[in-house]
């Protein structure tokens, strides 16, 4: 492995042009190697990493926000543009947030997706991949056994960006990362209360381990099937908390109603005791 290898951002090795510079970042951005949010390196460091003089990238950054692929804030930095949040308008995120029925149809979407991503990522992980799902699971592991539930969602999150980077499909990766940004932002339902059903903890760990397995193991047909069940199940959780939330709304009524009830009506009587006198 040469030092190239271990850098972000290589030489450009032709005419050392802006629009090589811009094709490099470009396909960075495009492969999913830098992620909306991502800060670029200072000017000096950058054009120095390229192997360009500093007006040329200065020239390849102006062409790259002009495209909505990066923005400048002055004496802040070059970042990455959010450019996943624009896969879905904020009309129909606003809409999707109303309707209920939405979760059942984004999930059904999820499902089909995430078994054709596993499925690829069986068939196409690298080594690199796959040591990395191993560290993530590993990670997701630690944060069962210390019992933090936000670490827990975080490498969720993470495992499902990576099985997508593994299945080297870019529309796939850019697609997936749009619903996991709406999931992350509570769009559709609240993960953490489906962590917190009972045992489902447990569950959800166990099926990104199958999946993980099945992965590393490079059997498409198992990945398939590990990822398809994730959802199957995490669909059947959000069901039952959803359940389990209008059972509570309906039982505060009631109570509510109860202790109204009791409340001493004019002339020191019940409302209780008077609706028994008004209808003997």
Known sequence: MTDSDDRLFSGISHSRTADEVVQQIELLILD???RDGDRLPGERDLAQSLDVSRPILREALKALEGRGLLVSHHGGGTFVADIIGQVFSKP?????SRHARATRDY???RRELEGLTAELAAQRATD???ALLSRIVEDMR???ATAHPNEELAADVEFHNTVGEAA???VLLHTMRACYRLLSE???FNRKAVFSLPNAREQLLAQHVAIHDAIVAGDPAAAKAA???HIDFVMAAVDESARADEWGRVSKLRLLRRDAGQTPAKGGRSGSTAKTDESS
């Open 186 to 188: 509570g769009i559709f």
């Open 107 to 109: 999930l059904e979407y």
């Open 168 to 170: 080297h499909n870019i």
């Open 128 to 130: 690199t991949d796959k």
């Open 92 to 96: 129909i995120i606003d809409l999707i």
């Open 227 to 229: 990822a398809q069940a």
């Open 142 to 144: 630690r944060a069962h």
């Open 32 to 34: 999913g190697v830098l």
